[in-house]
């Protein structure tokens, strides 16, 4: 598997687990608060606990979302190419 293979499936899995972990952090920040999240945080009108907790929530998840289906990928590519990704290569 060459170098665009890990591409396509780093990049894919990385943008999966964002589109789902968005839709996951906006249902449980809607249940928790009772309302929906801000739409947009730098409004003036928002106050800012109220957009530092939804920056805070969101971000982490999705972050931790995306490191965990990009480790995934690279464990499935490297079990099917029998090397890691070139760009997860240690060097030296």
């Known amino acids: 598997m060459g170098k665009l293979v890990w591409k396509i499936m780093g990049t894919g899995a990385a943008e999966g ?9 906006t249902a449980g920040w809607t249940v928790a608060v009772g309302k929906p999240p801000p739409g947009h945080p730098s409004e003036s009108q928002m ?3 109220r957009a ?4 805070a929530a969101s ?9 965990l289906a990009t480790r995934k990928a690279a464990a ?4 099917s190419a ?3 990704p070139m760009e997860l ?3 030296g």
């Open 17 to 25: 687990a964002d589109v789902v972990a968005r839709k996951l952090v």
């Open 47 to 49: 106050s800012w606990p």
């Open 52 to 55: 530092i907790g939804w920056a």
């Open 59 to 67: 971000g982490a998840f999705v972050g931790v979302a995306r490191l």
């Open 76 to 79: 499935y590519f490297t079990k």
């Open 82 to 84: 029998g090397h890691p």
């Open 89 to 91: 290569q240690k060097v």
